[in-house]
Nanobody, 127 residues
Framework: QVQLVESGGGLVQAGGSLRLSCAAS????????MGWFRQAPGKEREFVAA???????TDYADSVKGRFTISRDNAKMMYLHMNSLKPEDTAVYYC?????????????????????WGQGSQVTVSS
């Protein structure tokens, strides 16, 4: 059972930056593909970014390409660096994990592909 805890959300003006962090409890963190999703009020949860278990492959939603960067380290942490934030980025952001079962290069972009979820962190971008 993997436990995920997000932090780093908050209120920022349009054009500003934030960094979200996701701390994982699992000691075998390195075998999990990780992802970020977000959910705005009245909308479905949507994919934002994903990173493979070996950190070598990433994928991004078109809406955040060039502005957001996903990364991970060996200390069971994952990050989402968000620049040039827009009001439409306002949402609750969730980190997620899935066991790759040895596929170190895989990235997962669907909600159903992930087994473990954090509690969410609110990001609000004011205009």
């Amino acid at each position: 059972q993997v436990q995920l805890v997000e932090s780093g959300g908050g209120l920022v003006q349009a054009g500003g930056s934030l960094r979200l962090s996701c701390a994982a409890s699992e000691r075998t963190f390195s075998r999990y593909v990780m992802g970020w999703f977000r959910q705005a009020p009245g909308k479905e949860r949507e994919f934002v970014a994903a990173i493979s278990s070996n950190g070598g492959n990433t994928d991004y939603a078109d809406s955040v390409k060039g502005r957001f960067t996903i990364s991970r380290d060996n200390a069971k942490m994952m990050y989402l660096h968000m620049n040039s934030l827009k009001p439409e980025d306002t949402a609750v952001y969730y980190c997620a994990a899935a066991d790759t079962r040895g596929n170190t290069k895989a990235v997962v972009t669907t909600t159903r592909g992930y087994s473990y979820w954090g509690q969410g962190s609110q990001v609000t971008v004011s205009s």
